[in-house]
């Protein structure tokens, strides 16, 4: 098994082209999207940073206990090597999912000088090339590469002003650090989503680096890739900026996932079952040939023989409700 499970914290999937975009352009995600499987219903439990983490950590829906599974110790039992890549604004920096790793980098900002480079994100990404350089040639890995460039206030140097397709008013200036909360009339809003989609088109660029290192390798051809997202990133849409208080609306709860197998294999299915964040620790526990450990709840996404609900047979969905809620909290659960 190699794997490499790409985290795009704070990534709305209706500002990628695979998913319905048309105003912006991401040809990196888009290609790979061509070559993946697309899962269309992906849905948060808990669309929060934490509950992502801690579904992804134990395969399990609720409240995670000490006496839970960790996915790294789990694969690493397995005989693969687990390696966590991210950044000093990650999401999973001091959280229990960081725990059991075999190696991990947390890079920080005072250390892009020595990479030459000018932005965590590409930092971050050729910190990942480099590790798969080293790495990449053994039998059985897996590489979890988080990315925060999507997590406000955002930096200026991800910004790709040729990312869009529609060009904004000649007026538009990036708005780089966007108060979150609400408030913001309609020229507000339009200036906050454009910046958005610029760093979008940036994050594109950095990925489409990265992609083209694997297929230039031969890495990709032998390589399961995953590409998700912790949560959503609300805009305005109802009101609010940012994931506070999480809502359950679309923007927030709707995640992008593609998986790219081996050799393009089932390249351009679209699944339209839902699945869950829960659902990734049985894929990549099966992924190393292994069933998922008794107490795992997640299901197989695809492709396997054990995964013919194709995700969770049960879908569940978390939050804080609106004002006026009931307890202030609501929840949402699908029978397959």
């Not at 925060?148 to 529609?166: I, T």
């Not at 890495?219 to 995953?226: E, F, G, P, S």
Request: aromatic share 8%.
């Amino acid at each position: 098994m190699k794997c490499l499970v790409i985290v795009l914290e704070n990534c709305r999937l209706d500002y990628f082209g695979c998913y319905g975009n048309d105003w912006l352009s991401t040809p990196a995600i888009d290609r790979l999207a061509s070559e993946s499987v697309v899962f269309d219903q992906h849905f948060a439990d808990c669309p929060t940073p934490a509950g992502a983490r801690r579904g992804w950590r134990t395969g399990r829906y609720g409240i995670a206990s000490r006496s839970d599974r960790r996915l790294a110790e789990a694969l690493w039992e397995r005989g693969v090597l687990t390696a966590m890549l991210a950044d000093e604004r990650s999401g999973s920096l001091g959280s229990q999912f960081a725990q059991a790793w075999e190696w991990q980098h947390w890079l920080r900002r005072r250390r892009l000088p020595e990479l030459e480079q000018e932005t965590l994100l590409g930092g971050t990404v050729q910190t990942a090339i480099e590790w798969l350089q080293q790495h990449g040639s053994r039998k059985n890995w897996l590489l979890w590469l988080e990315i925060s460039a999507l997590v406000p206030n955002w930096d200026s140097g991800d910004f790709d002003a040729d990312s869009f397709l529609s060009e904004p008013d000649n007026s538009f200036q990036p708005w780089f650090d966007p108060p979150l909360g609400g408030g913001l009339d309609a020229a507000a809003l339009d200036r906050l989503r454009n910046t958005y989609g610029g760093i979008i088109g940036g994050v594109d660029q950095w990925l489409g680096q990265l992609l083209e290192f694997l297929r230039g390798t031969g890495l990709y051809d032998d390589t399961m890739l995953i590409l998700t997202s912790d949560t959503g990133m609300p805009l305005g849409d109802h009101g609010v900026v940012g994931s506070d208080p999480p809502w359950l609306h679309e923007e927030l709860v709707h995640l992008p996932l593609l998986i790219h197998l081996p050799a393009n294999e089932a390249a351009g299915r679209r699944v339209h079952q839902f699945t869950q964040p829960v659902d990734l620790a049985a894929t990549l526990l099966d992924a190393c040939g292994s069933p998922a450990a008794p107490r795992f709840t997640g299901t197989v996404c695809w492709p396997s023989p054990r995964a013919s609900r194709g995700g969770s047979a049960n879908t569940r969905v978390a939050g804080r409700g609106a004002p006026g809620g009931k307890n202030g909290r609501s929840a949402a659960t699908t029978g397959a």
